[in-house]
DNA sequence: TAATAATGTTAGATTAGTCTAAATATAAAG
DNA sequence: CTTTATATTTAGACTAATCTAACATTATTA
């Protein structure tokens, strides 16, 4: 299960780079130039990358052509997003790190080599499925357990959703969820939607109704 | 406070060893070879090292002649420790590792970058004085608070002292340990010394007397 | 104190990751 | 279906960290 060759700090972060670059599309590939405007590098750089992990069979890729990671390598991406979420969660929940700060430092962090370390982290925060941000955090075994997620936008008029995440995770808008007691798992019936300004009358734990606008509810990701 | 330059993992470890290693002799220097054996390198490689550390001024040193840190130097050392310290104490309380399981991870965390996390952790932690093996965490201004520790085979008989580390620290010694009910903060008292075979009769919670052989005495590091 | 041993440095090569400039292949537009 | 624009690769160079083999200096000891 675990990655048979030791990678270096380099060949992680253009496996999640290609990982979630790919993630994007229906073909699940992307190009040269896209890895190099996420990694920040230059494409001849890129190339020489993309040769050494063709060599180590952690992508396909053939000369001109888009790249797909391999099973194998799919798997590394996995755990890597793994070790930066379950480290995202450390930082928010026991460091107290704000949504938006957490970021940076899990991006260090998920270069940590030790199985040991991962499992006893994930099992003091207490086996979290989401990340601060609501991202799913893969399993152990690299299984990425999505789940169906849409913004509180598209909720329909009567129907119950759970919140599970933010788009926007700027200060202001953190701070504007905190104000109105929102967070990640609080349960938010939509009431009326207003065809107008796209804005939502909702309840929040049965009882307490409020209005919200329409930007509100497009960084408010949800799950039914 | 903070070290001007970004120091990359490889120089910060050099950094780390110079400092142990100069620790442990009066003239508070040490030499190419040391540093080699060390951070199992070859000689030449240090000796390139220690030109650019030099550049830095970050030691000093003249070929062929013994190599010691500079003021900033040390206090760049000092800061590793404290990180290197401060990560031992949350795997070995949080994440419940063992005594000797900590220093291999540590040896990695210590290198993440994050004034702010650092700080955080240490709040988390509550402070703590020491690590799990007694040794001491220096401050955020890089002072290195230290206490005359001795061997419990040197405390006279009828005084009282506190254990505040291990010099051993085999899985062996620990079980034994954690067996007769022994750690960081057991309150210990010196009833008897047997000159014979240096054993010594002990009280712990000034109940329970045992008796405790001179091998287990040499690995006790204790406070007065 | 001169010979020998131990320690340290230079020289030159290697690998990983990066770059710029030039060449080549693919895609887009007329 | 050519031409032009864009994307990608090759070539050649650079830095950091490492090595071995050869050379130089310092320390030891006979």
């Known amino acids: 299960m675990k990655p048979v060759v030791q990678l270096s ?6 496996l999640k780079a290609i990982f979630s670059l790919s993630e994007r599309n229906e073909s699940f590939d992307t190009s040269t130039s896209e890895i190099a405007d996420r990694i920040k590098t230059k494409p001849p750089t890129v190339t020489d990358m993309l040769r050494k992990l ?3 069979k952690l992508i396909s890729y053939e000369k001109y052509k888009r790249i797909q990671l391999t099973k194998a390598g799919k798997q590394v991406a996995i755990l890597i997003v793994r ?13 107290e790190f704000a949504w938006d700060e957490v970021h940076e430092v899990a991006e ?7 199985e040991q370390l991962i499992q006893r982290l994930e099992k003091y925060l207490g086996f979290p499925q989401y990340d601060p941000h609501g991202d799913p955090i893969p399993s152990a075994s690299g299984e990425l357990n999505e789940i169906k997620r849409t913004i509180l936008s598209e909720v329909q008029e ?13 200060t202001l808008f953190l701070q504007y969820l905190q104000q ?6 609080t349960k938010i019936k939509v009431i009326e939607k207003i065809p107008f300004d796209g804005s939502l009358k909702i309840t929040l734990k049965r009882d307490h109704q409020l209005s919200v606008s329409k930007k509100f509810c497009d960084n408010v990701l949800v799950t039914c």
Do not use: M, P
């Open 180 to 185: 109105i007691n929102v967070g990640i798992g």
């Open 83 to 95: 070790k930066h979420r379950l480290w995202e969660v450390f930082l928010h929940d026991k460091l």
């Open 158 to 170: 009567g129907k119950a959703c759970q919140v599970v995440g933010v788009k926007d995770s700027s």
């Open 54 to 56: 063709t060599e180590k």
């Open 9 to 14: 700090f380099t060949e992680e972060n253009y």
């Open 108 to 114: 260090q962090l998920e270069h940590i080599q030790s």
